[in-house]
Every structure is written in structure tokens, then in C-alpha cells.
């Protein structure tokens, strides 16, 4: 049976039938095959319940799908649609940054470089991973991959799930803005094909560090955004991030345009992933597969591009970006 607590409370309506379809399923299993027209009602009365439901999620009910801790994060994806991944480590400067995980593997048998952030899914994992928000030493070890993959010629492929950089006092002092600016600078001018995907939370610099790209792609419950809404409630309405919880955030959430559709209708993005149904923490094979195909596609398409052309279009891609 479910685990409840592992459901937001949206999702309940679709839990309870899934519940009655399991109980209706086991009776047949067992014998009982006067449960036969009870599962075949059951089954079409979720597709609708699902579609009721995940049809009309609101800006904020996908915030909180983006941040859940059942959603398949970096490595995950890593495990199932890439091969040979060999992690490195370290920025050569100060040390290693476990909130980014990256490395070389191959993709459909070709080699890649591809770099993400990671969050944990236990309590002693998300504070060994810092829940995902990078310091300094981070986004250096990243620009050592960004031109490892220049290097060689590679495509690189960037996963981001963040609420943003670390904003503690080592992080300060050891740099963070710089190192931010320093992807961002990095990444513009990189010569080789750059694809960013948003497969969870997207957040503040944290977020764009990774994401200065030739292709942004987003998962279709995933959320890309400047601030949090908690945290824009707290700025706009004084409210404290805990108070900002209930309808300021959902307002704030509303006004940012920080799902997936809303920033593919402005152009921000190239694409909109399909996830499973219920979401990509529901199905992670089914999740990680339709992302393969999105990956799969969009290097392909890049791949007939020359370099300068790359480049060219790279930068007007962002110069695009706001304008009226």
C-alpha cells in the first residue's frame, strides 16, 4: 500500500483510487474473478482522476513537484540513459563540491561530459550534498568540465536542480559570485554543444550557472526561475518565507512565469519534456527514458551546426532574452 506521506496533499484523490485499484487487483490475483469489471472501472476512473487532477496543477503545485525528494535527480538519470560515467572531482583550487556531480560517460555509445547538481534523498545525504545549493568550489570544478569537453570536442550536457548557490559566509569568502560570473563567462563562449536541461528546481544563480547553453529544455513539472516564491513573497510582502507559505507564495509563484510552459510560450526555453504521469518521481525509467529521447534529438539537430554558427546563434539567443 501507500506511503502518504510521500504524496502532496493535491495528490490525494489520485492515491485513494490507485489504493482501491490495488486492493481490486489483488482479489483478482487471488481468484476472486468477480473483481474483473470492478478493476477495468477503477482503471478508467484514475486515467481520469490523473487527468483531473495533473491537467490543471497550478504554478505552485508544481514548485512543490519540482522539489520532490522522490523526483529522480542528477545521478539517477545518469544511471539510466548514459554508460561509462567516470566521475571526477575537485576544483584544483580549494576542493570538492558534492552538491555537483560530473564526469565523462557515453551517450547512445559516444562520449560526453556531462555535469549536475545533486541533491540527497536521505537526511545524511542532503547535508553531505548541502540540498543540492553549490558553493564556490562547485562551479569550478564544473568550468574544469565545461573545458574538458571543449578539449575534446565533446557535447556537454548540463542537469540543473537547484534552489540556488549556498549563500553562507564561507561560500562569500571564498568567491561565490565570481565563480558564478565565471560559468556564465565560460560557457558563452565554449566551443563545443552545449545542452541544458531543468529536471527539477531551477533557481537564482545557482541555476544559470549551469544553464547558459545551446539548448534549454525543461521537464514539464520542473520550474526555472530568478527567486524562489517563497522568498519573492517575503520581498514583495514582508512576510517571513515560513508566513509566504499559503496564498502570497501561490501569488508570487503565479506572477514569476516559472513553469515549464509559461517560459516555453516566452521563448526562454526550446522545449517542454513530457514526464510520466503523477510526474517523473511516479515512474523514473519511464522519466529517464523520455528525457533520453529529448537529449537524443536535440544533439543530433546540434551536431549539423558548425562551431562559429553555434556560437553566433548562442549569443543571440541570450541577447533575445526580456527583449520587447
Wanted: aromatic content about 6%; hydrophobic content about 40%.
Amino acid at each position: 500500500m501507500h506511503d502518504f506521506s510521500q504524496y502532496l496533499d493535491f495528490e490525494r484523490p489520485v492515491v485513494e483510487v490507485e489504493e482501491e485499484l490495488l486492493r481490486a487487483r489483488s482479489l483478482v490475483e487471488g481468484g476472486d474473478l468477480s473483481q474483473t469489471n470492478e478493476v477495468e472501472r477503477l482503471e478508467k476512473r484514475l486515467e481520469k482522476v490523473r487527468a483531473d487532477v495533473y491537467g490543471g496543477l497550478t504554478a505552485y503545485q508544481r514548485v512543490r513537484l519540482s522539489r520532490h525528494f522522490e523526483r529522480p535527480f542528477t545521478l539517477d538519470y545518469i544511471e539510466r540513459i548514459l554508460t561509462d560515467f567516470v566521475e571526477l572531482h575537485g576544483d584544483r583550487l580549494f576542493g570538492d563540491d558534492p552538491a555537483i556531480v560530473g564526469g565523462v560517460a557515453k551517450f547512445d555509445s559516444r562520449p560526453i561530459v556531462v555535469v549536475g547538481h545533486q541533491r540527497g534523498r536521505n537526511t545524511q545525504e542532503r547535508l553531505r550534498r548541502n540540498f543540492g545549493m553549490t558553493r564556490p568550489e562547485g562551479n569550478r570544478k564544473a568550468q574544469r568540465l565545461f573545458k574538458l569537453a571543449e578539449k575534446f570536442n565533446l557535447p556537454l550536457l548540463l542537469l540543473i536542480d537547484t534552489q540556488g548557490a549556498y549563500p553562507g559566509l564561507d561560500a562569500e569568502a571564498r568567491g561565490q559570485a565570481e565563480a558564478i560570473a565565471r560559468n556564465l563567462l565560460v560557457l558563452a563562449g565554449l566551443r563545443t554543444r552545449i545542452l541544458s536541461v531543468v529536471i527539477g528546481e531551477g533557481g537564482s544563480g545557482g541555476a544559470l550557472a549551469l544553464g547558459i547553453c545551446d539548448r534549454l529544455l525543461m521537464l514539464e513539472n520542473s520550474t526555472y526561475s530568478v527567486i524562489t516564491p517563497e522568498g519573492c513573497a517575503s520581498i514583495l510582502w514582508g512576510k517571513s518565507e515560513a508566513e509566504s507559505v499559503g496564498g502570497y507564495a501561490e501569488t508570487a509563484a503565479d506572477s514569476l512565469r516559472l513553469t515549464a510552459h509559461a517560459l516555453h510560450e516566452t521563448g526562454i526555453i526550446d522545449e517542454v519534456i513530457k514526464e510520466p504521469p503523477g510526474g517523473a518521481h511516479r515512474d523514473r525509467d519511464k522519466a529517464a527514458e523520455l528525457l533520453g529521447k529529448a537529449i537524443a534529438k536535440h544533439l543530433s539537430e546540434l551536431s549539423t551546426i558548425s562551431l562559429e554558427e553555434l556560437l553566433e546563434r548562442r549569443y543571440d539567443k541570450f541577447r533575445r532574452v526580456g527583449a520587447l
